[in-house]
């Protein structure tokens, strides 16, 4: 029976997810495809081959050339920033009439790096999966890009990822960065500048009564969950992704005027700014309803004690996502299937919608 080799080139935390559910799904249904082969940097080979020495479906080998030439479906999961390096490293020994994709969650400077450096004859079809290595892929979106590639390789890749359990989303390169964009870029932003508030005050917010109990909660956690992971990812989204920057620049301005409106004491002005966006960005027929849960439920995941008496917060980082929005013309609901979480969305249209802010 003939079967088809996986190749993985970039073993760090998405690379040994991806390897190890692939193996496992592989070797348990051989219909599908029979073996793994992967690399990383030259200096991890030892220590890569040590830790998958039990696996009988795991290969390990010392570069990309090597994963290259004897693999029929290679996935890069390296950074963004680069990419095309290794692609322009290993790109020319990939096997003919393979298909190549890329595991980035930004896909113009990965496609462009594709169509670049790999043969003509290759197909290219890359992915996303949309959470991280320690989360069960079940039911989570995976974002399917058949960017050069006949509808029969498209199937067969399909088949490939099936074992996850994910659910695929049909998307163009473009589209997935104008999504993600549209999504993450103005949520990460807010609550990277967040960390990096507090960082810069040298504080523990948990530590703080203005920072402990209710949507507070939220913020803080939300926050270390983002920077828990591996900086490369937000930097890439940032960075390198042609619709993130113009968000970028305009959350920066949004942050500037509200804030200028709050020193100067323009309650009115303000308050009618922040319910205009927040009537323009988020869905009709939530006006009169409690988007937010109970101070007594969020009271449960707080860091630190919950005070008599809460200081009050602006609450400026979220706010200036909403206005961001507005004046971005962006909708993030529609693109729900992209997104990070939706707590950061209920968060802040809880207070645009907020009749007493």
Same mark, same amino acid.
């Given at each position: 029976?003939?079967?088809? +080799?996986?190749?993985?080139?970039?073993?760090?935390?998405?690379?040994?997810?991806?390897?190890?559910?692939?193996?496992?799904?592989?070797?348990?249904?051989?219909?599908?495809?029979?073996?793994?082969? #992967?690399?990383? /940097?030259?200096?991890?080979?030892?220590?890569?081959?040590?830790?998958?020495?039990?696996?009988? &479906?795991?290969? !390990?080998?010392?570069?990309?050339?090597? !994963?290259? /030439?004897?693999?029929?479906?290679?996935?890069?999961? !390296?950074?963004?920033?680069?990419?095309?390096?290794?692609? +322009?490293?290993?790109?020319?020994?990939?096997?003919?009439? #393979?298909?190549?994709?890329?595991?980035?969650?930004?896909?113009?400077?990965?496609? *462009? +790096?594709?169509?670049?450096?790999?043969?003509?004859?290759?197909?290219?079809?890359?992915?996303?999966?949309?959470?991280?290595? &320690?989360?069960?892929?079940?039911?989570?979106?995976?974002?399917?890009?058949?960017?050069?590639?006949?509808?029969?390789?498209?199937?067969?890749?399909?088949?490939?990822?099936?074992?996850?359990?994910?659910?695929?989303?049909?998307?163009?390169?473009?589209?997935? @960065?104008?999504?993600?964009? @549209?999504?993450?870029?103005?949520?990460?932003?807010?609550?990277?500048?967040?960390?990096?508030?507090?960082?810069?005050?040298?504080?523990?917010?948990?530590?703080?009564?203005?920072?402990?109990?209710?949507?507070? &909660?939220? =913020?803080?956690?939300?926050?270390?969950?983002?920077?828990?992971? =591996?900086?490369?990812?937000?930097?890439?989204?940032?960075?390198?992704?042609?619709?993130?920057? @113009?968000?970028?620049?305009?959350?920066?301005?949004?942050?500037?005027?509200?804030?200028?409106?709050?020193?100067?004491?323009?309650?009115?002005?303000?308050?009618? /700014?922040?319910?205009?966006?927040?009537?323009? !960005?988020?869905?009709?027929?939530?006006? *009169?309803?409690?988007?937010?849960?109970?101070?007594?439920?969020?009271?449960?995941?707080?860091?630190?004690?919950?005070?008599?008496? =809460?200081?009050?917060? &602006?609450?400026?980082?979220?706010?200036?996502?909403?206005?961001?929005?507005?004046?971005?013309?962006?909708?993030?609901?529609?693109?729900?299937?992209?997104?990070?979480?939706?707590?950061?969305?209920?968060?802040?249209?809880?207070?645009?919608? @907020?009749?007493?802010?």
């Amino acid at each position: 029976m003939e079967t088809t +080799a996986i190749g993985i080139i970039g073993m760090g935390d998405m690379g040994r997810m991806y390897a190890k559910r692939l193996s496992a799904a592989g070797w348990s249904r051989p219909d599908r495809f029979s073996r793994v082969n #992967a690399a990383d /940097r030259a200096e991890n080979y030892e220590t890569l081959k040590a830790q998958f020495a039990g696996s009988s &479906n795991i290969h !390990v080998y010392p570069n990309g050339h090597l !994963v290259s /030439r004897i693999s029929d479906y290679i996935i890069y999961s !390296v950074e963004a920033k680069i990419l095309n390096a290794v692609v +322009a490293q290993y790109g020319p020994s990939t096997k003919q009439g #393979a298909i190549v994709g890329g595991q980035t969650s930004c896909k113009a400077p990965e496609i *462009d +790096a594709f169509e670049k450096h790999l043969p003509s004859d290759v197909e290219i079809i890359s992915c996303h999966s949309l959470h991280g290595p &320690n989360v069960d892929p079940k039911g989570q979106p995976l974002v399917l890009i058949q960017h050069r590639a006949s509808d029969s390789s498209f199937a067969l890749v399909e088949k490939i990822l099936s074992c996850f359990g994910s659910q695929h989303v049909y998307l163009t390169a473009e589209q997935h @960065d104008r999504i993600t964009a @549209d999504t993450q870029a103005v949520t990460h932003a807010a609550f990277l500048s967040m960390g990096t508030a507090w960082r810069a005050n040298n504080q523990f917010p948990w530590e703080l009564n203005r920072y402990v109990g209710g949507i507070e &909660n939220v =913020k803080i956690n939300l926050t270390l969950r983002i920077y828990s992971s =591996k900086w490369h990812v937000y930097a890439g989204l940032a960075i390198m992704n042609p619709w993130a920057k @113009d968000q970028i620049k305009q959350y920066a301005e949004s942050v500037t005027e509200l804030f200028k409106l709050m020193l100067g004491g323009h309650r009115e002005e303000l308050a009618k /700014r922040i319910h205009d966006a927040g009537k323009a !960005v988020f869905k009709e027929g939530t006006g *009169d309803e409690s988007l937010l849960l109970e101070d007594e439920v969020l009271d449960r995941f707080s860091l630190g004690k919950v005070p008599l008496e =809460k200081t009050p917060n &602006n609450h400026l980082s979220l706010l200036a996502m909403v206005d961001c929005w507005w004046k971005m013309g962006i909708v993030p609901y529609d693109h729900m299937i992209c997104s990070t979480p939706v707590s950061p969305y209920l968060g802040a249209e809880g207070l645009a919608k @907020d009749a007493d802010i």
